[in-house]
């Protein structure tokens, strides 16, 4: 007979057993995602489901809601997060799935519910587009269907700086840009950048990376004579060296192209270190167009899925 329960530590192990099984495309270890997932100020063993049967965990929502506010987001009291849920394959389309929605839906009524985009710390920026029956299942249940999100890789293996870019940098630098490692002399000049242009999640990262002195290895600026006028960063998000981003360049500079040439200096930088994948979990449109030109690849798209307040 099938129950479901909440969350206990001793459920773990078998947890990211059915990630593995679902989501093998995407394989993260069992420590990070204790770290990343388990490890975050607002968990709570209340909006984590576990469907269990004999004793076997055969699924799992892992549902949370934000207790502590989010930079400049704040609580978000109008929405809760479905940050993953799967049910193992030899007992999908049995309900299971429905009991799991069900349970966590009673639980935080009146509220927005978005399907895996939680920041910061999110395995997946919405369901994935190879996942019919997931997107079917939730549409079903009063789930609708938004944007498209793009999660984009690189094997850098064979990289080498191309040589349009080699010429845009010499020119830009004989108009007095440079591209530079991060160096501490530029941490105030970096972070008001960032706040004049970006989120406050965004100057968090490079706040953190220079307490744990890693800015030095993985963050890249782009200078005009002494201002800090854009930068390129990794392993950032959850310190994974492959992971890329944020990367920007301040509203003013936009239309000087310093994208381009940011973005090969982290390519190269990362080979010079002996990395040789870059990837990022989500970006929109436009930004696909941009970094299929730096000859990244789509790896999945994924669907924006929200159902709207319950009490509605």
Known sequence: MMIIRNFKNKDIESIHAIYQEQFHDFPISKSSFIQQHINDINFDENLFYIAEEEGRIIGFLFGIIRKIPYQNRGLEEDKAWIKLMAVTTEFQNKGIGSELLRFFEENVQGRNIILAFYSPNYFFSGVQ?????????????????????????????????????????????????SFIGYSE???????????????????????????????????????????VVGYVSRASIDYDESRFGPFGVAETYRDHKLGEVLIHCMFESMVNKEIYRVFFKST???????????????????YHMVKENLLD
């Open 284 to 302: 929109e449109e436009n930004g696909k167009r941009f970094y299929l030109r730096q000859k990244m690849e789509v790896k999945m798209i994924f």
């Open 185 to 227: 002399k530029y941490c105030y000049l970096l972070l008001k950048m960032i706040k004049e242009n970006f989120s406050l999640s965004w100057a968090n990262y490079v706040v953190d990376a220079i307490k744990q002195n890693r800015a030095e290895e993985s963050i890249i600026l782009c200078l005009h004579k002494d201002e």
């Open 129 to 177: 587009e190879n996942h019919k029956n997931a997107i079917e299942f939730f549409k079903h249940h009063g789930y609708e269907c938004g944007e498209e999100s793009y999660w984009m890789e690189r094997d850098l293996s064979n990289y080498e700086f191309p040589d349009e870019v080699k010429i845009k940098k010499i020119q830009l630098e004989k108009e007095g840009f």
